[in-house]
């Protein structure tokens, strides 16, 4: 079957503020953030952990601030997903064209689009 501008549907256009409002909110809920978030939390906790009660973790790790040590490896863990994240944002073609498909296709499934038009 081949794609021409016959078997394809009409393309639904979004508003210029709705797509920098879709734009700011998909890539303020980018999972790479969110998990960042998470680990850079966690890795606040644990390292106040190993630095309030360094004797605790010591005594049954054979010597190693395992706390210490594993609260900085999750803090650097977030922080570069934090860093990936700027680096490397959605870009703003795929989020809008991947909301425009998600409009076709909810109006074909409604009926409120033939795909001859």
Not at 52 to 65: E, R
Not at 102 to 107: F, G, R, T, W
């Amino acid at each position: 079957m081949s794609n021409t501008s016959e078997d394809a549907p009409r393309r639904v256009h979004l508003s210029d503020e709705a797509k920098r409002d879709l734009i700011r909110y998909t890539r303020r809920t980018d999972l790479r953030r969110i998990i960042g978030a998470i680990f850079v939390f966690y890795g606040v906790v644990v390292t106040l952990t190993g630095v309030v009660d360094p004797a605790a973790d010591v005594a049954k790790t054979g010597g190693i601030h395992i706390n210490l040590w594993t609260g900085l490896c999750m803090l650097l863990a977030g922080i570069l997903f934090f860093v990936w994240d700027r680096l490397s944002p959605v870009p703003e073609e795929d989020i809008v064209d991947s909301a425009e498909f998600e409009e076709i296709h909810k109006a074909e499934g409604a009926g409120q689009l033939d795909r001859r038009d």
